[in-house]
């Protein structure tokens, strides 16, 4: 496995860092799609490009797949989305991730898998998961089965102030750290044994970077905040899915502003978290 630069991610975030509105600024938003693909592409990829309609507008899925040497493994899903709600200039949601899901496919490069890799960058996210649930109902007619998912959602912020962290009622903060220097991975009960083996195979990867677990009753049917991501459609279609995230608006007050700015993001923060994921990824799928 290569080792994730901090240059390259620089420079995908500079490529992708800008308004990726469909609706206000769809230009843009297929720039940055032909932009993924060519950087998935040359990692050696073999890349498929999904159409989405959505209120008279087109944008992508861009999805490349990294085969693995057994079928039978099924396919997991490494996912970022890349569109950004309107005004925003969507640095850490998520061309933080997006950068993230770029180099760990770099990375990965010289790594013969086992498993079928999909890196998808889903569009239409902050419409209601439309990009995903696009493709979801074209993996059920083409009968694909998927063995696991993640969605890096917002993965690029740190405050390592006391008290810089905050959590939604019903988790027990008295088990998590107060300041804001780990990535959370979020799964739901059918989910759990994914999301630890995430969290773990993180941490052994790449022990200096904090990955904490949150699991949420049930389907997580009735937790608004924890289903803000691309996993939340697989969940529904009971694929164990896990969100991999800085934990959003529970630490970075620049969520959904035009604050969300590159210079508010931690690069080196966002290097150990690709490293510890493509770790991860070579690990679980080989
Ligand atoms: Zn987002």
Redesign the pocket.
Known sequence: MLKPEIARLEHHLRALVGERNPLTSLDQLHRCGRYIEASLQDSGLRMEREEVPFNGTLSHNILGFKAGSDPSRGTFVLAA?YD?VQGTP?AD??ASAVAALLETARCLEPVRLGATLLFASFTL??YGFVGCRHFLAGAHRRKDRFRGMVSM??IGFRNGEPGSQSFPPYVDASRYPDRGNFLAAVGNEPSRALTESLAQGMQTAHPRLPVHTLIVPGRGDAFTEVR??DHSPFWEVGVPAVMLTDT?FFRNPHYHQPTDTLETLDLEFLQDGTRAMAGFLERHLT
Do not use: P, R, T, V
Request: no cysteine; glycine share 8%; net charge negative.
């Open positions: 989305h950004s969507g949601d998520n996210e902050e959602e917002m803000l991501s959003a």
